[in-house]
């Protein structure tokens, strides 16, 4: 019985272990090896059974890129030849058992390269980015010209799309809000046909009620103002460009001879502020009742309100919480005041003033501003989508845009840009909003890709337009 019983188990052991070998998983093999290309990039794709430990270098000479393949079959794979400009050929070796060495020969030196997994069915893949650097110009009006860059750079391929302004041309530049109002978001290629721009760029910062972040002055009238000096560009009367680091100060001057200082423009009212609201903001202040709203025409109070003032047409409000709430507290209807905002006295002269930075070139020179203007990594650091404007030393008003965050273009930091900046002749030049927000419109058509996948609605946009 008992030489039964073991006969017994070591059966059932044999049949146990027996399904364990039939269960262990299939080994990688590596089947096959094909390949695509086009002017930017080869794509080498490896097909298997199931994907397999791996790992890849680029030698030392970068002549061949090196991927090893660790616990794999091969079945016997020829040598790979591709009819490219810079990938020779492909070659599978047999290290030793178990491992097998792709071995990619170069003819030219490589932009980068990208390794990645792919599944139903199982592949392998590696695409080569090559050099390459093509440009495409366009005439779109007199004066008026379109260009798009597309790059190999060392991080990724990058896509550019510039709007080059000459002097003396059919069109001017300006800054237009969305929808004509600060509380309000609009997307550009709207903006763009609803003032019959033919081209376009994004701008200002913006806050998610569509106020502007930073300084913005249309019309000749302050719409907005910044709440630290920051780089701006200014437009005169006649034209000219103008960038420096801009501040805004300005006063109410109370009957009494005792001035108040206002703390901003057209932003919402906080806590001891002074903000001064005007036609270009809303209808009304939005305000809440935690405050005193005081309707100005014609340096004279027409009205007091406590909260949510209706802003006349040709009049202005000033909204007044906390220390200034009291501080004004004797001003009541008929009572004269003056009203005094400055830029500076030559920015006092501008037409048109839109604030963004950091500033990219100064004199010539990339003068990057983003510590001393204050600027947050978000914006200062790393690769993103970016949109910038400049000026030529002949005159030439350059709007750039980079797309960003994609496959076809990976962005540019903000020394890249000012590069580019350079490349494309200017010798002054600021950032203006980017990520997401980076969008280029001509002749009504979106020209780059912006990397929300979709226009995105903003504060205001910077559109060039025939003259009147």
């Known amino acids: 019985m008992k030489i039964f019983k073991r006969v017994y188990i070591l059966m059932m052991l044999i049949i146990f272990c027996s399904q364990i ?31 397999p430990e791996y790992t890849a270098q680029l030698s030392a000479n970068q002549d061949q890129i090196i991927i090893d393949f660790t616990n794999t079959d091969s079945s016997k794979i020829p040598i790979l030849q591709l009819n490219d400009p810079i990938v020779s050929n ?35 893949v590696i695409d080569i980015v090559k050099e390459f650097d093509r440009k495409y110009e366009e005439q779109i009006g007199t ?21 080059d302004l000459a002097p003396g041309s059919d069109y001017v530049i300006k800054p237009v ?15 763009a046909e609803r003032n019959k721009g033919i081209a376009a760029v994004n701008a200002s910062y913006f806050a998610l009620n569509g106020e502007i972040i930073g300084l913005l002055k249309m019309n000749g009238e302050i719409v907005s103002s910044p709440t630290i000096g920051r780089t701006a560009l200014g437009i ?25 200082a206002i703390t901003g423009v057209n932003h919402e009212r906080g806590q001891d502020d002074l903000i001064l609201y005007n036609n270009y903001y809303d209808n009304m202040t939005g305000a809440n009742e935690y405050g005193t709203d ?7 109070i027409t009205a007091v309100v406590h909260g949510n003032a209706v802003i006349p047409p040709g009049a202005v409000v000033l909204s007044a919480h906390g220390s200034n709430e009291k501080a004004l507290s004797s001003l009541k209807v008929g009572d004269a005041i003056k009203i005094n905002q400055t830029l500076g006295s030559v920015w006092d002269k501008t037409i048109y003033v839109i604030g963004a930075g950091p500033r990219l070139i100064k004199n010539n020179s990339v003068f990057l501003t983003s ?5 947050p990594p978000d914006i200062a650091v790393g690769r993103a989508p970016r949109t910038a404007v400049g000026v030529t030393k002949d005159g030439h008003v350059l709007l750039v845009v980079v797309d960003g965050r994609q496959q076809h273009s990976m962005g540019v930091t903000l020394l890249e ?17 980017g990520g997401g927000s980076s969008e280029m419109v001509v002749k009504g058509k979106i020209m780059n890709k912006p990397s929300d996948g979709r226009e995105r609605s903003v504060g205001d946009a910077l559109i060039i337009v025939p003259k009147d």
């Open 177 to 191: 809000l969305s929808n004509n109002a600060i509380v309000d978001l609009e997307k550009v290629q709207a903006m």
């Open 294 to 300: 005081y309707i100005v025409s014609q340096d004279v």
């Open 143 to 163: 004066g008026l010209k379109y260009i798009s860059l597309y790059r190999s750079i060392k991080a990724g391929p990058i896509s550019a799309y510039v709007v």
């Open 21 to 51: 070998v039939w269960a262990a998983p299939a080994k990688p093999v590596l089947q096959k090896v094909r390949y695509s290309q086009s002017a930017e990039q080869v794509r080498i794709v490896f097909d298997v059974n199931e994907l």
């Open 417 to 433: 840009l000012a590069l580019l900046m350079q490349e494309f002749g200017a010798v002054d030049a600021m950032n203006l909003d």
């Open 236 to 260: 005169l009367p006649d034209g000219k460009i103008l960038f420096d680091q801009i501040d805004y100060k300005g006063t109410v001057t109370l009957p009494d001879g005792a001035t108040i």
């Open 371 to 375: 510590k001393i203007e204050e600027f």
């Open 90 to 124: 492909v070659q599978i070796i047999q290290v030793q058992p178990g491992k097998q060495r792709v071995v990619i020969n170069l003819k030219k030196p490589i932009v980068s390269y990208k390794l990645f997994t792919l599944s139903n069915p199982k592949r392998i």
